[in-house]
């Protein structure tokens, strides 16, 4: 079994953009999103997955993904997923051996940007850059799967 070990975080400023090595523009749609799982849909420029994870909350859970054809993942995109579908540009930065993930969302979640650092170890120790700012891993409405079924847009100011 393929185990994630994931924590999340909201940015603290920009600090971040001037260590960026590369970044790639994302589509994912949910085919399903249940209590105990999601499936999902993600094409990059070249490449597309199919992805199970459990919905587990917190820092660790169970992920497969496998790589699918291309002209398959954007029908399935266009005509099977849940809407609205997920649009993001993730950038890649390294600090201090650990590689970041800072997903800038666009479409209907524009306005967010969430790092995230994947660990192989739940007591892996990681530096947090001075870019990073509050913690958001137990906070569902952080993740993809929520996103598109409430988008950042549609949030309010009081939640």
């Known amino acids: 079994m393929a185990i994630e070990i994931e924590y999340k975080f909201l940015l603290a400023n920009d600090g971040w953009r001037e260590h960026v090595s590369h970044s790639v523009i994302y589509k994912q749609g949910y085919l399903s999103s249940q209590a105990t799982s999601s499936i999902r849909v993600r094409i990059s420029d070249k490449q597309a997955w199919i992805n199970i994870k459990s919905a587990t909350i917190g820092t660790q859970r169970s992920e497969y993904?496998?790589?699918?054809?291309?002209?398959?993942?954007?029908?399935?995109?266009?005509?099977?997923?849940?809407?609205?579908?997920?649009?993001?540009?993730?950038?890649?930065?390294?600090?201090?051996?650990?590689?970041?993930?800072?997903?800038?969302?666009?479409?209907e979640n524009r306005g967010l940007i969430v790092a995230e650092i994947e660990l192989d170890a739940l007591d892996e120790i990681f530096a947090k850059p001075d870019w990073i700012g509050e913690e958001v891993t137990q906070d569902v409405r952080y993740y993809n799967n929520n996103l598109a079924k409430n988008p950042y847009s549609t949030w309010r100011d009081d939640v």
């Open 65 to 107: 993904e496998y790589e699918i054809p291309l002209a398959d993942a954007h029908e399935i995109l266009n005509n099977l997923c849940l809407k609205p579908v997920i649009e993001k540009t993730r950038h890649f930065v390294t600090h201090k051996k650990h590689l970041w993930e800072i997903d800038e969302f666009d479409g």
